[in-house]
């Protein structure tokens, strides 16, 4: 089946240093990948996506490639503030499948925690 | 605004009880999902819904029901038979596309049997 494997944490930064958050994933057909981030307390929301291979999905400064080769999706930030502090979700979905395949297959998360 | 709302967000149940989860939205989305949260598990489908009236059984739909009867609202009852019931409870919805699409989430309900 689909899966979604991420580094784990927590992940501690100081602010202003690079962030690097590993998603690899396995799926048995062409899969949309999607980073989510949750706040404390709150529910999840989308920070970038990307539907197709070399794709970059990228916004509020993360990045990520869709790298096929390598089946891998990883978040990248150069310069990380505080306010990142959150739990990161790396999912896919397979589209154009229809029934329970329109869900979402998230990893674990990933909390990354920064410190002034 | 658009959105989905969740309600209550913090809720306490007796062991043996029932209890029902709101959530709505007004995006106008023809899908709507149910997750389940727990510490370093990420997030499991519970169920979801694709039309008004119709519902599948998502990964973990054991001791779990829903209903939607309109577009806009699929609440989620817990029921007693759940075994380990305390969680955060996510809602989620996206338009019936089969295309490429965002899902939205709410702002959660943590449960917390007693």
Not at chain 1, 86 to 93: D, I, M, N
Not at chain 2, 72 to 80: G, R
Not at chain 2, 94 to 113: A, E, I
Request: hydrophobic share 30%; with cysteine.
């Amino acid at each position: 089946g689909d899966s979604v494997t991420q580094m784990e944490g927590p992940v501690t930064l100081s602010e202003e240093a690079f962030l690097t958050i590993n998603c690899t994933y396995t799926a048995t057909g062409y899969p949309s990948l999607f980073w989510y981030v949750q706040y404390p307390g709150e529910g999840l929301q989308l920070l970038l996506k990307a539907t197709k291979a070399d794709d970059k999905g990228s916004n509020k400064g993360f990045e990520a490639t869709y790298r096929k080769e390598t089946t891998s999706f990883h978040l990248e930030k150069g310069s990380v503030q505080v306010s990142d502090s959150a739990v990161y979700f790396c999912a896919l979905r397979i589209p154009n499948s229809g029934g329970s395949n329109y869900k979402l297959t998230f990893g674990k998360g990933t909390l990354l925690t920064v410190n002034p | 605004d658009g959105g989905i709302t969740q309600s209550p967000k913090y809720l306490f149940r007796k062991e043996g009880q029932n209890v029902t989860l709101s959530c709505e939205q007004n995006l106008n989305h023809d899908a709507m999902y149910w997750y389940r949260q727990d510490p370093g598990q990420g997030l499991r489908l519970i169920y979801y819904s694709q039309i008004v009236n119709d519902f599948q059984k998502g990964d973990i739909a054991e001791g779990y029901s829903v209903s939607r009867e309109k577009k806009e609202s699929f609440p989620l009852t817990v029921t007693s038979a759940q075994k380990n019931p305390t969680a955060f409870y996510l809602c989620a919805s996206n338009r019936d596309s089969k295309f490429t699409d965002t899902q939205y989430f709410g702002p959660g309900t943590r449960l917390t049997v007693l």
